[in-house]
């Protein structure tokens, strides 16, 4: 650090999933040199999940997340069904999983749209933040908020239904599930599935509005042109549980397409880095510099031809005329993105409770054990690739996990970098809503950092500005 | 003398045949003792102490105990209850056991004691030993971690399925499951259909491709606490585990 030079740490970073810190080292003309989003946690799964029957692996690896087990059960579960043998489930099977990834997809949108990024859109980025909370939308805007929490709920209850609880609950065994809905299951679910399809497109208006309202101001918030990767169907539809690779790069050019899930070491790499426990993944053919590409929904729908529910179609269509042709680099149009898929996920909810095979009782398949085998899904926050090598003893001898926000990692440092410099350069005092901006850029991938931690008014933001010696010139604090 | 007699638990006076042991005599009653090592189908053992109460102000194993005429039992004071709890939580650090993963959640005695003496985690450290899984046999597997020594095993492939397939081996810290032969359970002539895995009131020897089936809410603690068949109910089941 030079002389004269600054270095700011927002730590933790709030309304995120997780912990994490961001550092900006500000020059002496006091722009900005360096910013990083560091993420501070060591898991370790990967390791200790060796030498463990694999069988025990789906549910043991829920427990790296309280927001998105299901993802992480889900995944394993589909590798496992290889490892065990059977390719293609009962389906009743497949689609007691897709119903609980539905559940899913749509409590942690919910969550995450309502709870955590609501206050920044409805209230702006440096608006008060004794206001810019969810008990602030609460009170401003009482009926979005209750609807935001019956989601939320609804979507915990479809993961109860299928899992037998609301976090951590445990559906999928290799080669397919221990339980199908009841009737009166169903029934329950089916009860509120309207009312939830109306609110979600409610949802997605909230969304449009604010993206179309701010275009101007938000257009280059935190925003780039790269890479998209996702899972489609064959036929190039949106597909969130079981589909093939597709990446297009920042003009729209397809960079591969349809490939096989056990084919993902082929086309995509990780790079570690000294500052964060997170690894920097990056499309191989692209290199480490260029190959860098970002998931979760905006990406999705980037890499999509069209989803097959006809209410998230219409809103997926209006979403691109509005923002011109695929790829969308607008990054705050994350939200809008999420909010579409919320609205697909409580059509397919409704779809798969009408179909009769959801109460079905053929639940398991069984084959001929394999010794390697890759599963693929699209969690909330991205893709999330689990892939496992089985001795013939049935212990795992190796894991590897690519999660949803590893991929966002180096777009989160671009957007926190990006808007450092946007907003914080050449300023020699730095406010809390200055510094919020950062965060915003962050919570627009929605990243899950590992354990949940949000928690208003209880969550402590500490930062410093320091001078070269490691004076203390100013300190603000939250929380 | 008929062979009955009389003894009194916690003040109450109870009916008892000669040469029973005190737990089988208060489970006739509808007096719950809670037991690890003690199975209805294999002989006595002694080994786990959670059945221990007072007789006489005395500690003693309730599974080995005979009645005696005029007995005086505790087995519902808080000295008993401190006793068994404590004993409880010295068997979940000195192994190895995450119930939150674990496939015999919902279905393990030694959860259930834990959830019934109202224990959420233990005073003591926990000892975090290393222990192999022996995972070679193509039905059955072996998980030492979460081993308690209780010895139903050993004693049900001896008693109940003919063979010798696993004894003890080992002192103290060291002393663990062994099976018959160099080749761990694989080189021994136990199968899947053996009782040995049946028995065990915890996660440590299970049957192959048995895992997870039983879904939450119809697995054997989830309405019911440990013991709960046998007196009356002591508290609600947690949903959640």
Same mark, same amino acid.
């Given at each position: 650090?030079?002389?004269?030079?600054?270095?700011?740490?927002?730590?933790?970073?709030?309304?995120?999933?997780?912990?994490?810190?961001? $550092?900006?080292?500000?020059?002496?003309?006091?722009?900005?040199?360096?910013?990083?989003?560091?993420?501070?946690?060591?898991?370790?799964?990967?390791?200790?999940?060796?030498?463990?029957?694999?069988?025990?692996?789906?549910?043991?690896?829920?427990?790296?997340?309280?927001?998105?087990?299901?993802?992480?059960?889900?995944?394993?579960?589909?590798?496992?069904?290889?490892?065990?043998?059977?390719?293609?489930?009962?389906? $009743?099977?497949?689609?007691?999983?897709?119903?609980?990834?539905?559940?899913?997809?749509?409590?942690?949108?919910?969550?995450?749209?309502?709870?955590?990024?609501?206050?920044?859109?409805?209230?702006?980025?440096?608006?008060?933040?004794?206001?810019?909370?969810?008990?602030?939308?609460? !009170?401003?805007?009482?009926?979005?908020?209750? !609807?935001?929490?019956?989601?939320?709920?609804?979507? !915990?209850?479809?993961?109860?239904?299928?899992?037998?609880?609301?976090?951590?609950?445990?559906?999928?065994?290799?080669?397919?599930?221990?339980?199908?809905?009841?009737?009166?299951?169903?029934?329950?679910?089916?009860?509120?599935?309207?009312?939830?399809?109306?609110?979600?497109?409610?949802?997605?208006?909230?969304?449009?509005?604010?993206?179309?309202?701010?275009?101007?101001?938000?257009?280059?918030?935190?925003?780039?042109?790269?890479?998209?990767?996702?899972?489609?169907?064959?036929?190039?539809?949106?597909?969130?549980?079981?589909?093939?690779?597709?990446?297009?790069?920042?003009?729209? !050019?397809?960079?591969?397409?349809?490939?096989?899930?056990?084919?993902?070491?082929?086309?995509?790499?990780?790079?570690?880095?000294?500052?964060?426990?997170?690894?920097?993944?990056?499309?191989?053919?692209?290199?480490?510099?260029?190959?860098?590409?970002?998931?979760?929904?905006l990406a999705r729908l980037n890499v999509c031809e069209r989803i097959t529910t006809p209410r998230a179609e219409a809103a997926r269509r209006a979403f691109f005329a509005a923002l011109g042709d695929p790829p969308c680099q607008v990054t705050m149009a994350y939200h809008?993105?999420?909010?579409?898929?919320?609205?697909?996920?409580?059509?397919?909810?409704?779809?798969?409770?009408?179909?009769?095979?959801?109460?079905?009782?053929?639940?398991?398949?069984?084959?001929?054990?394999?010794?390697?085998?890759?599963?693929?899904?699209?969690?909330?926050?991205?893709?999330?690739?689990?892939?496992?090598?089985?001795?013939?003893?049935?212990?795992?001898?190796?894991?590897?996990?690519?999660?949803?926000?590893?991929?966002?990692?180096?777009?989160?440092?671009?957007?926190?970098?990006?808007?450092?410099?946007?907003?914080?350069?050449?300023?020699?005092?730095?406010?809390?809503?200055?510094?919020?901006?950062?965060?915003?850029?962050?919570?627009?991938?929605?990243?899950?950092?590992?354990?949940?931690?949000?928690?208003?008014?209880?969550?402590?933001?500490?930062?410093?500005?320091?001078?070269?010696?490691?004076?203390?010139?100013?300190?603000? $604090?939250?929380? | 003398?008929?062979?009955?007699?009389?003894?009194?638990?916690?003040?109450?006076?109870?009916?008892?045949?000669?040469?029973?042991?005190?737990?089988?005599?208060?489970?006739?009653?509808?007096?719950?003792?809670?037991?690890?090592?003690?199975?209805?189908?294999?002989?006595?053992?002694?080994?786990?102490?959670?059945? +221990?109460?007072?007789?006489?102000?005395?500690?003693?194993?309730?599974?080995?105990?005979?009645?005696?005429?005029?007995?005086?039992?505790?087995?519902?004071?808080?000295?008993?209850?401190?006793?068994?709890? +404590?004993?409880?939580?010295?068997?979940?650090?000195?192994?190895?056991?995450?119930?939150?993963?674990?496939?015999?959640?919902?279905?393990?005695?030694?959860?259930?004691?834990?959830?019934?003496?109202?224990?959420?985690?233990?005073?003591?450290?926990?000892?975090?030993?290393?222990?192999?899984?022996?995972?070679?046999?193509?039905?059955?597997?072996?998980?030492?971690?979460?081993?308690?020594?209780?010895?139903?095993?050993?004693?049900?492939?001896?008693?109940?399925?003919?063979?010798?397939?696993?004894?003890?081996?080992?002192r103290g810290l060291r002393r663990r499951i062994e099976a018959d032969g160099p080749r761990g359970l694989a080189g021994t002539d136990a199968t899947g259909d053996d009782t040995i895995a049946e028995v065990c009131p915890v996660g440590a020897l299970l049957r192959k491709?048995?895992?997870?089936? +039983?879904?939450?809410g119809r697995r054997r603690y989830d309405h019911e606490p440990i013991g709960g068949d046998i007196d009356a109910p002591c508290g609600e089941a947690q949903e959640d585990r």
């Open positions: 650090m030079t002389e004269s030079s600054r270095r700011i740490v927002i730590e933790p970073v709030t309304r995120v999933e997780g912990h994490g810190k961001v $550092t900006i080292l500000l020059d002496e003309r006091h722009r900005v040199r360096e910013a990083r989003l560091h993420i501070v946690e060591f898991r370790g799964f990967e390791r200790f999940v060796q030498g463990r029957p694999y069988w025990e692996v789906p549910v043991l690896v829920q427990r790296l997340c309280g927001i998105c087990p299901v993802s992480h059960h889900l995944a394993a579960s589909k590798a496992m069904d290889l490892i065990a043998g059977v390719e293609r489930l009962t389906p $009743t099977a497949e689609k007691i999983r897709r119903l609980m990834h539905m559940g899913q997809i749509f409590q942690s949108h919910a969550l995450h749209f309502f709870h955590l990024a609501s206050p920044d859109l409805l209230f702006g980025f440096d608006a008060d933040p004794a206001v810019r909370n969810v008990l602030g939308v609460a !009170q401003k805007h009482p009926e979005l908020a209750r !609807q935001g929490v019956l989601m939320r709920k609804y979507g !915990q209850e479809v993961i109860r239904a299928t899992g037998g609880k609301r976090v951590h609950a445990i559906v999928a065994v290799p080669g397919g599930v221990n339980k199908s809905l009841s009737a009166a299951e169903r029934d329950a679910l089916l009860a509120d599935v309207e009312r939830m399809t109306d609110w979600a497109e409610a949802a997605v208006g909230v969304a449009r509005d604010y993206t179309l309202d701010n275009l101007e101001q938000i257009a280059d918030f935190g925003s780039f042109t790269s890479s998209h990767l996702g899972l489609v169907r064959a036929d190039g539809a949106l597909e969130l549980y079981d589909g093939l690779l597709r990446a297009v790069d920042e003009t729209g !050019q397809v960079i591969f397409d349809r490939l096989e899930n056990d084919r993902y070491a082929e086309v995509l790499a990780e790079e570690v880095r000294s500052w964060s426990y997170m690894k920097f993944p990056f499309i191989r053919s692209l290199g480490p510099e260029r190959g860098w590409y970002r998931v979760g929904p809008w993105a999420r909010m579409i898929e919320v609205l697909h996920a409580v059509e397919a909810i409704h779809e798969l409770l009408l179909d009769p095979d959801i109460t079905g009782d053929e639940l398991l398949r069984s084959g001929t054990r394999r010794e390697e085998a890759v599963g693929v899904i699209e969690a909330p926050r991205g893709t999330l690739f689990h892939h496992y090598r089985v001795d013939e003893n049935d212990q795992v001898t190796m894991a590897n996990l690519i999660v949803s926000t590893t991929s966002n990692n180096e777009p989160m440092n671009r957007a926190v970098r990006q808007v450092a410099e946007q907003h914080l350069s050449g300023r020699d005092r730095i406010t809390e809503g200055l510094l919020n901006h950062v965060e915003v850029a962050i919570r627009a991938y929605d990243p899950c950092l590992s354990c949940a931690t949000h928690a208003l008014g209880q969550m402590p933001l500490a930062v410093e500005l320091r001078d070269a010696d490691g004076r203390l010139l100013d300190r603000r $604090t939250r929380g | 003398m008929n062979g009955r007699l009389t003894i009194t638990v916690d003040g109450r006076r109870i009916e008892a045949r000669a040469g029973q042991t005190i737990l089988e005599a208060c489970q006739d009653a509808g007096v719950y003792v809670p037991r690890l090592c003690a199975h209805p189908k294999l002989s006595v053992y002694g080994s786990c102490r959670v059945c +221990t109460c007072l007789v006489g102000g005395r500690a003693t194993a309730a599974c080995v105990q005979p009645v005696q005429p005029g007995m005086v039992i505790e087995n519902d004071s808080d000295r008993v209850l401190e006793i068994r709890r +404590t004993i409880i939580e010295m068997l979940f650090v000195e192994g190895n056991h995450f119930c939150m993963v674990c496939e015999k959640s919902g279905d393990c005695e030694l959860q259930a004691l834990a959830y019934r003496f109202g224990i959420t985690h233990p005073r003591f450290p926990y000892m975090f030993p290393e222990r192999p899984i022996d995972a070679g046999h193509p039905e059955l597997l072996l998980d030492h971690d979460r081993c308690v020594l209780c010895g139903r095993c050993v004693r049900a492939s001896a008693e109940l399925d003919g063979k010798s397939a696993l004894g003890f081996a080992g491709g048995t895992a997870y089936r +039983t879904p939450y």
